[in-house]
């Protein structure tokens, strides 16, 4: 099996990378590896992704990464297998509410890859080889502050937690028919910019763990 691990940034994914450097499980079975870091952001992550493609097309990609928590009761440190991701902030601001491209009919909600209004991760099985809690996750260019807005992502996507590159992956995956596989980690809840209240490394260290687990039980 030849998979591709994404990820924004070297530190998300830092502690896996240090592992595969010492560990022997994986030379006694058929796999190996690819790690592709993108950059923040979903143009980067579409872009990194697309080119790469270009040149190999792996079995399986893998996208692990930090994210925030729509649900203050959700402990922080918590990993997720993605289920669906969507482009959430694509739209207009407009009378007083904000509408994506669905409501503005530039994309029909069921035209390829949408589903519903949502890209979801059709490989069901994969996900629940994850053994993770599953959520719903967006993609948004501006990190979200504004407690409206917020409410407005949870209400109309029923949105667990919010990243700035999974429906990137979701959308080329779906589009050149790879499997794949979103893993976050929650570092924040949504809205709280004091980041002396965000558990960023314990998130790093419980979504590497979830990571290694999984990759050596593929």
């Given amino acids: 099996m030849h998979c591709l691990l ?6 998300e994914i830092a502690p896996f990378t240090d592992h595969l450097c010492t560990t022997e499980k994986l030379e006694h ?8 870091i993108t950059g923040v952001g979903s143009n980067a992550a ?5 080119r790469y493609l270009q040149h190999k097309k792996p079995d399986l990609v893998i996208q692990a990464g930090v994210a ?3 649900d203050p009761e959700t402990p922080l440190g918590s990993v997720f297998a993605v289920k669906q991701d ?3 902030d694509q739209g207009v601001e407009e009378e007083r509410s904000f509408k994506d491209i669905f409501d503005l009919d530039l994309q029909g909600k069921n035209e390829d890859p949408y589903k519903k209004g949502m890209l979801p991760n059709p490989y069901t099985n994969l996900v629940k080889r994850t053994r993770l809690k599953k959520a719903t996750g967006i993609t948004v260019n501006e990190i979200t502050t504004n407690k409206k807005r917020a409410a407005h992502y949870a209400e109309k996507f029923k949105a667990n937690l919010e990243s700035m590159e999974g429906a990137s992956l979701h959308y080329v995956c779906l589009m050149e028919h790879i499997p794949f596989l979103q893993v976050r980690a929650i570092s924040n809840y949504i809205g709280e910019r004091n980041k002396k209240k965000w558990k960023l490394n314990d998130a790093i260290q419980n979504l590497n763990k979830e990571l290694i687990r999984l990759l050596e039980s593929l």
Avoid: E
């Fill in 6 to 11: 994404v990820a924004a940034t070297p530190q």
């Fill in 29 to 36: 079975i058929d796999f190996d590896i690819d790690i592709l």
């Fill in 46 to 50: 579409t872009y990194a992704i697309t």
């Fill in 68 to 70: 925030g928590s729509f």
């Fill in 86 to 88: 969507v482009f959430a």
